[in-house]
């Protein structure tokens, strides 16, 4: 009976000792894609062009995602983790 109860105690610790790295290792496949956010704030455009005239730029965004109201304006594009699963990249503010 004394026999049955070590084998089992090591069983369960060789199971610990299995489990505890394999999780690790499964949420390392993951990656940390989800959730990003991209703050365009502080960027400046910079165009190499010389004149006196002044030049109006305008973004209209005609992404079908974002006509079709399937994603909102904010949705820059697409990430993919470690495993290969897409995760949705936005602006860090709602509005630029």
């Known amino acids: 009976m004394k026999g049955d109860m070590k084998i089992k105690t090591v069983n369960q610790k060789k199971i610990v000792a299995l489990i505890i790295p394999a999780a690790l290792l499964a949420s390392g496949l993951g990656g940390c894609a989800f959730g990003n956010r991209i703050a365009y704030t ?36 697409e990430m993919r983790s470690l495993a290969h699963i897409p995760y949705g990249v936005r602006t860090a503010r709602a509005s630029l």
Do not use: C, W, Y
């Not at 400046?44 to 305008?58: E, H, L, M, P, T």
């Not at 995602?65 to 399937?70: D, F, H, P, V």
């Open 42 to 77: 502080g960027m400046i455009a910079r165009f190499d062009a010389s004149g006196k005239n002044s030049v109006a730029i305008a973004a209209h965004d005609q992404r079908q995602l974002i006509t079709s109201g399937r994603e909102s304006p904010t949705l820059v594009g």
